[in-house]
Every structure is written in C-alpha cells, then in structure tokens.
C-alpha cells in the first residue's frame, strides 16, 4: 500500500495509520482495575521498532513472529 506508515515516521498524535510490522516481543499480561487485560509488545518494520499496548482478546492471539496489518489505527 502506498499509504503505509513506517515506524520510524509515527509520532504522538498521528492518526489512521496504515501499518505492516513484525512482532518481535510479547509482554505480560497486566490487569486494570476495571478488568481489562493489556499487554506491550515490541513490534518493527524495516526502519525500526516501537513497543505498543494490545488490549484484551487482542491481545491473547498475537505471538512472536506474527506479521501484522494495522488499518486505520
């Protein structure tokens, strides 16, 4: 897609990304106080790597090695 974000372009505030990236980590999983789980996952593309939070079910399907769209997020 040519509207794909790179990691190394996202900055805070940056809305609708269209991104494709490996997973490289999977954090534990923490509970809130309302009862939702998270977990950070570091992620990369060719030009670098961030850590991101996934929510609840989300979370519990992603697994090290996992390529990944993200649209619109």
Sequence with gaps: MS??????DIKAGLKNLNLLFIVLEIGRVT????GHEVRT???????????ISVWDDVGS???AGDIIRLTRG
């Design 3 to 8: 509207n794909d974000t790179y990691v190394k």
């Design 31 to 34: 509970k809130t106080k309302d």
């Design 41 to 51: 996952c570091k992620v990369a593309d060719k030009t670098g790597s961030i850590n």
């Design 61 to 63: 399907l992603i697994q």
